[in-house]
């Protein structure tokens, strides 16, 4: 069963994408910011990281790059999932490294594709 790592600072949207996750077969380890995802991934090592990009301590920019700059976690999938829909914010987001980008809000079908896309070419 692949792990999924949803960061989002949002109790709500964590846990709607966590059931979404679930009921198709994924396990979900959730963090709230930047910060507790590296924990996260030191601890868990997911298959997928889904991020949020505006939360508080780091956001999911910095938690991108972190991610792609270090030689045990680069090859993890990142996809940006955030309101910030405009064609600079997703160019930035896959500038930083980002494997996908989805704008909330999002049919949950997109989602779950998106993410067995992503952990298919993983």
Request: overall charge negative; aromatic content about 8%.
């Amino acid at each position: 069963m692949s792990a999924v790592l949803v960061v989002d600072d949002s109790t709500t949207v964590r846990l709607i994408l966590a059931e979404y996750l679930e009921s198709s077969g994924y396990a979900v380890i959730e963090a709230i910011d930047g910060i507790e995802a590296i924990k996260q991934i030191q601890t868990h090592h997911p298959d997928l990281v889904i991020t949020d990009i505006v939360m508080p301590r780091m956001n999911g920019y910095e938690l991108c790059r972190w991610i792609k700059s270090d030689p045990r976690t680069k090859n993890i999938p990142v996809m940006m999932c955030t309101i910030k829909d405009e064609e600079f914010d997703r160019y930035w987001g896959l500038k930083q490294g980002a494997d996908a980008y989805i704008a909330k809000p999002y049919k949950p079908l997109e989602m779950v594709n998106a993410v067995r896309h992503l952990l298919e070419q993983a």
